[in-house]
């Protein structure tokens, strides 16, 4: 059976290797525990890596975002009182929002290029 009738092959096989990159599915984890700035900056890194110029141009306004988005909720989580509630929300749903827009799409790049089999970094520790 030739490649291409292969229906699990992909355009962009596994031909070109595949740069260290950081799990982009453990970078959601990491921006759970410490915001979407962190998971965005990571994420970025991960664009840079792959030089892909557009993803890089839209990844700095997400940590931009995420900067802003996290210290407003930062502000109003500390104003005390219904400001823990809102401050969380505003937190968690930015979460929600950057994970299913932005991050998913590294995740879905990633797996139609190499599959699971890439070298990782380990975030935060290199």
Known sequence: MSSS?????????????????YNPE????????LTTVVGSWLILKNWRTLGVTQKMKSG??????????????????????????????LRLLDLLVWYFVWQ????????????DVYPRKICLWR
Do not use: C, M
């Not at 009738?5 to 990159?21: M, Y």
């Not at 931009?64 to 509630?85: E, M, P």
């Open 104 to 115: 998913k799409q590294q995740v879905q790049y990633i797996r139609e290029r190499w599959g």
């Open 26 to 33: 453990s970078v959601a984890i990491v921006a759970y525990f």
């Open 5 to 21: 009738n292969d229906p699990h092959s992909s355009e962009n096989s596994q031909t070109d290797e595949a740069p260290a990159l």
């Open 60 to 89: 700095k306004s997400w940590l931009y975002i995420s900067l802003t988005v996290n210290s407003i909720a930062l502000i109003i989580f500390f104003q005390g009182g219904d400001g823990l509630i809102y401050g969380g929300v």
